[in-house]
C-alpha cells in the first residue's frame, strides 16, 4: 500500500465494493479504515476529499435494503394466542 493515498484510487477502491453489491457496512468500515491510517501517520487524509465522501454516501442509498414493516397485532389476536 502507498501513503498518502490518492483520493482518486481510494474512490476506486470504494466503488468495487459498491460494484460487488456489498452492504453498507462494508463499505464504511474500509473508509475509516483508510482514514484512520492516514490519521495516525499523519498524512494528508484522502477521505476528505468530496469525491470520496460522495462515493461513501452513494454506497448508502445503492446498497440499502428497504425497511420491511411487520403486520400489527390485534388484541383479537393475542386473545386467541
Known amino acids: 500500500m502507498s501513503c498518502p493515498a490518492h483520493p482518486v484510487h481510494v474512490g476506486m477502491y ?3 465494493f459498491i460494484d460487488e453489491g456489498k452492504s453498507t457496512n462494508v ?3 474500509a473508509f475509516y479504515a483508510i482514514k484512520w491510517l ?4 499523519d498524512l ?3 477521505t476528505e476529499r468530496a469525491i470520496v465522501k460522495n462515493i ?3 454506497a448508502k442509498r445503492l446498497n ?3 425497511v420491511l414493516t411487520k403486520d400489527v397485532i390485534s388484541r383479537k389476536m393475542l386473545i386467541q394466542l
Request: glycine share 0%; hydrophobic share 30%.
Open 27 to 29: 463499505v464504511s468500515s
Open 14 to 16: 470504494l466503488s468495487i
Open 64 to 66: 440499502s435494503r428497504p
Open 38 to 41: 492516514h490519521n495516525i501517520n
Open 44 to 46: 494528508v487524509d484522502p
Open 56 to 58: 461513501l454516501e452513494s
